[in-house]
């Protein structure tokens, strides 16, 4: 499994971008990259998931460069709600049920400021 | 559609007894997991289950921890006997096994342990 590196904590303020940057930098050509949230006292949501070049939802972005060594997650005009945890996994999709380990790291603690 | 369910939400019980968490995942997810999160620290993984059968518990603490999914449905994980650091969190996970679906995995509310 490639291992991930993302930054322990950011601050921000309300109105601001925030980009979240995820090194992987044995990612393999199965692996897909997602991110999740994690709000205090709750379990992970799901965010957004992307192979490469650049994927856009409702509630974030993420820019995957050619090379796929790196992540960043973009999150638009962040308001104090977005204060929670994120965390940037690689997950091998081999088309079996041994791929898909759902396996986090530490995450990246964002507080957002009034 | 109905999320993932867990119960007890809240345990707290002293060491050395046993204890047992139960999970209904969402209906059809074939993939089932059971996570430890420590607090400050990112979820751990325990088991994996693919219907009923066991993908990884290469991180379950065999002596003290188990955990079944007879039907391929629900899910229970066993500590006996509980150590002091076994207080954490116990989520529990579901997911779609096919595609980039099994990327997104549904997440229920957790249960609180603590071991006195």
């Known amino acids: 499994l490639a291992k991930t590196t993302q930054p322990i904590s950011m601050d921000s303020y309300e109105g601001q971008e925030v980009n979240i940057t995820c090194s992987h930098n044995n990612i393999a050509t199965n692996d897909y990259i997602t991110w999740y949230q994690q709000f205090p006292s709750q379990g992970p949501r799901f965010i957004i998931q992307g192979y490469k070049t650049k994927v856009t939802n409702e509630v974030a972005s993420l820019f995957i460069p050619a090379d796929r060594k790196s992540s960043t997650l973009s999150l638009p005009r962040v308001s104090l709600s977005d204060t929670a945890v994120y965390y940037c996994?690689?997950?091998?999709?081999?088309?079996?049920?041994?791929?898909?380990?759902?396996?986090f790291g530490g995450g990246t603690r964002v507080l957002v400021k009034p | 559609e109905a999320g993932v369910a867990q119960s007890p939400r809240y345990k707290i019980i002293e060491k050395r007894q046993s204890v047992a968490f139960w999970c209904n995942p969402i209906?059809?997810?074939?993939?089932l997991y059971w996570y430890q999160q420590i607090l400050g620290q990112g979820p751990k993984l325990l088991i994996q289950?693919?219907?009923?059968?066991?993908?990884?518990d290469s991180q379950l603490p065999k002596d003290r921890f188990s955990a079944e999914r007879l039907k391929g449905v629900d899910s229970t994980l066993k500590i006996q006997p509980a150590k002091l650091e076994d207080s954490a969190v116990y989520l529990c996970?579901?997911?779609?096994?096919?595609?980039?679906?099994?990327?997104?995995?549904?997440f229920g509310p957790g249960t609180r342990l603590t071991v006195l």
């Open positions: 996994l690689v997950v091998p999709i081999t088309g079996g049920a041994a791929g898909n380990k759902l396996t």
């Open positions: 289950f693919q219907n009923n059968g066991v993908v990884d």
């Open positions: 996970a579901s997911s779609l096994n096919s595609g980039t679906s099994a990327l997104e995995g549904y």
């Open positions: 209906s059809g997810h074939a993939t």
